[in-house]
């Protein structure tokens, strides 16, 4: 998933890419790629600059944070990513201006565009996935999952915080 550097001199030029879910190797993540994964970008290279302006479409599988059950995410996701050669970093310290958190850094005339789709992937998981918007969620008594099934679990809930009060009461009764 390399994209060599080199054949891009100048101007700019169409890429496309299909590549299986299987060749991305995310087995320990809080998501799942379900889909193939279609990147199409035009890269443009003037002397030291790359630039890839396309799209990245495919589908990951999170798990709800309420009911557990899996359900799918569609990403499409806009590309614009410039990139400069990692001899670009100054050595030592040196203050980071604004300009330079949309920037990326490349070696040896590679950029590695399986490490620009991954975190595409990372940036399309919801920050708090749910399968619906109204999702029930597990019974706390019980485990059911509560949009397929109903129970009759009473769940009475105290604040541990009035504890101590609840025990003074009951002394003061006796």
């Not at 995310?26 to 890839?52: M, S, T, W």
């Not at 992937?121 to 949009?147: H, Q, S, T």
Request: proline fraction near 5%; hydrophobic fraction near 40%.
């Amino acid at each position: 998933m390399l994209l060599d550097l080199k054949r891009f001199k100048g101007g700019v030029r169409r890429l496309e890419r299909h590549y299986e879910a299987s060749a991305f190797g995310l087995a320990d993540e809080e998501f799942r790629l379900i889909a193939p994964v279609d990147l199409a970008v035009d890269v443009a290279r003037d002397e030291q600059k790359v630039r890839l302006v396309g799209q990245l479409t495919t589908a990951i599988e999170c798990d709800c944070g309420r009911c557990l059950e899996a359900f799918p995410v569609p990403v499409a996701a806009k590309l614009d990513l410039v990139f400069l050669p990692a001899s670009e970093i100054a050595e030592g310290d040196r203050e980071t201006a604004e300009a330079d958190f949309g920037v990326a850094y490349f070696k040896d005339d590679t950029i590695d565009l399986g490490e620009v789709m991954r975190e595409q992937f990372y940036l399309a998981v919801p920050m708090k996935p749910l399968c619906r918007e109204d999702c029930k969620g597990l019974c706390a008594v019980c485990g059911i999952n509560k949009n397929r099934e109903t129970c009759t679990c009473q769940v009475e809930w105290t604040d541990p915080r009035l504890e101590p009060l609840k025990r003074l009461a009951r002394v003061t009764e006796q």
